[in-house]
């Protein structure tokens, strides 16, 4: 008996591990980051996109990303917007969907997430010298499920949103690691 506890303790573990470890978001460098990075104390963000349903998050998008940029101390200063002022580096990035996302699929819990691309590089405006190049991308898993009386309430959710979201803690995330000074 006391075997089988303690297969079972161990098989719910495991499980619970899987469950918590949702991955929602991810880096593919095509540039590594230069090291002049370090030497800049200010960067502006900037983001666009083609896709229409996108677009409503631009400014969110640059904001949050400047603003973790600043808090985590990667830059002294971070702003939002498109003209970098003399001595900054510009982050430009280009936002993509890559995958729609499907309620159905959602509502079975068969995946159905919404995945989206940024196509990031950080540019030194001055010089026109390309400081790094990466993808980020972001989806809109989540960690946990909610509901209203056995209803999955995840159907009403701005996976949009949520999947951009994701991408810019990546790229927050990553510039943080990569290009702090060392």
Request: glycine residues 8%; negative net charge.
């Amino acid at each position: 008996m006391s075997n089988h506890v303690s297969r079972l303790s161990s098989l719910l573990f495991g499980c619970a591990l899987l469950v918590g470890c949702v991955k929602t978001g991810s880096v593919t460098v095509s540039q590594p980051v230069d090291a002049k990075v370090a030497s800049y104390d200010t960067v502006v963000v900037a983001a666009s996109t083609e896709t229409p349903e996108l677009a409503k998050y631009v400014s969110k998008l640059q904001s949050s990303v400047a603003d973790g940029l600043e808090r985590d101390k990667v830059f002294a200063s971070a702003s939002a917007g498109d003209s970098a002022p003399e001595g900054a580096v510009k982050l430009r990035m280009s936002v993509t969907k890559t995958q729609a996302g499907n309620k159905m699929a959602r509502t079975m819990n068969m995946g159905g997430d919404v995945e989206v691309e940024v196509e990031c590089e950080l540019v030194d405006e001055k010089s026109q010298t390309t400081l790094a190049r990466f993808v980020a991308k972001g989806n809109s898993a989540r960690k946990s499920k909610s509901s209203i009386n056995g209803f999955d309430t995840s159907i009403a959710d701005d996976l949009d949103g949520r999947a951009i979201q994701a991408a810019g803690k990546e790229i927050v995330a990553f510039l943080e690691e990569s290009a702090a000074p060392k």
